[in-house]
Nanobody, 122 residues
Framework: QVQLVESGGGLVQAGGSLRLSCAAS????????MGWFRQAPGKEREFVAG????????YYADSVKDRFTISRDNAKNTAYLQMNGLKPEDTAVYYC???????????????WGQGTQVTVSA
């Protein structure tokens, strides 16, 4: 069991940056792989990024590669998503997710937080 709480969303102009945080509790944080998803109304949920238990390995969707960076601090039981060069098409609710092993695949995640809104204006 793991509970996830996202924070850091908001309104930003195109080209700006935001840093999302995900605070985890309920089980040993270091035993879980962590990821970020996003979803806009009427669209399917998109797997954005994932990170291994140790933080040594990461995955990024092509749509965010070279702009977003996923990281984690196991001592703080927190995962992060640094988002730079934001575009209007990045507008969505962003969800933190936890899984067991397959950080690189959407199917590796089975727990999600409540989401935080990110809005990017042109």
């Amino acid at each position: 069991q793991v509970q996830l709480v996202e924070s850091g969303g908001g309104l930003v102009q195109a080209g700006g940056s935001l840093r999302l945080s995900c605070a985890a509790s309920g089980r040993t944080f270091s035993s879980a792989v962590m990821g970020w998803f996003r979803q806009a109304p009427g669209k399917e949920r998109e797997f954005v990024a994932g990170i291994s238990r140790s933080g040594d390995n990461t995955y990024y969707a092509d749509s965010v590669k070279d702009r977003f960076t996923i990281s984690r601090d196991n001592a703080k039981n927190t995962a992060y998503l640094q988002m730079n060069g934001l575009k209007p098409e990045d507008t969505a609710v962003y969800y933190c997710a936890a899984g067991l092993v397959q950080y690189w695949s959407a199917r590796g995640y089975n727990n999600w937080g409540q989401g935080t809104q990110v809005t990017v204006s042109a």
